[in-house]
């Protein structure tokens, strides 16, 4: 599977020593892929549109799964990412980072081997997350 210059360069960029130990620090158990599908089912419990779970291990070093989703309003992508930071952290996961959670278009919640994004319709289309990682497999959730 080839990698066009940005997934390198994103890869590469996110890779460094340190975001390593943060995402080892945070890693709870080996199954990052159970943890990507909670977080999936908390967004759709919550309304969230279109989620849609990238597998990108092997593919970058930043994170080994990506949960998008999208929301009508400021306020239904708090509540998304609120019950997504619930259910995690109530299983034990534990934020690394999070970013435009007050009155943000996206908002992203970094939980080392996986990381939420929450949309607005329209920013979601502008920054193409899917576009981008396009060659990643998807991963059904039901």
Known sequence: MARSPTQIALSQHHAAPDRAAARAAARIDEDSQRTAVAA????LEKKAEDV?????????????????????????????????????TTHGHRVIGSEGQSGGRWVLLDFGDVVVHVFHADERTHYDLEGLWA???RIEVE
Do not use: N
């Open 52 to 88: 849609v779970v990238l597998d990108l291990r092997g593919v970058s070093g930043y994170t080994d799964f990506l949960v998008i989703g999208s929301g009508a309003s400021d306020r239904q992508l708090e509540a998304i990412t609120e019950g997504v930071e619930k259910e995690l």
């Open 40 to 43: 999936a089912r908390a967004a």
């Open 135 to 137: 060659d990643a497999p």
